[in-house]
């Protein structure tokens, strides 16, 4: 990852526009033969130790509302506050129709 301000690596960059060309590149090796339901694991591999994850990160630029996204993927929270908060983040997901799925 480049320092805030510079540029990445030649190859590790694309416009909106062609961000398919670049997963592609990246990831051509993982992606021939890899059927629907295995996409997403493709696209970011958790690894075994946290140095060796693969993923590719977006950077969106512009306004994002909450139509952009279909579903929320992570932890359910088990004590403290940080239940409390989750609690108020399912309803916010439920009535604006976004999905969540525990991990």
């Known amino acids: 990852m480049s320092p805030p301000g510079l540029q990445g690596p030649p190859g590790y960059r694309s416009d909106w526009q062609n961000r398919n060309k670049l997963a592609v590149a990246k990831l051509s090796t993982k992606v021939a033969g890899c059927d629907e339901a ?10 075994t130790v946290g140095t060796d994850a693969d993923f590719v990160e977006v950077h969106i630029f512009g306004p994002i509302t909450p139509k952009a996204i279909e579903k929320v993927i992570g932890p359910i929270p088990t004590k403290g506050a940080e239940r409390i908060i ?12 976004i999905g969540f799925e525990a991990i």
Request: proline share 0%.
């Open 38 to 47: 295995g996409f997403a694991g493709v696209m970011i591999d958790q690894g």
């Open 86 to 97: 989750f609690r108020g983040l399912q309803s916010k997901l439920r009535n604006l129709n």
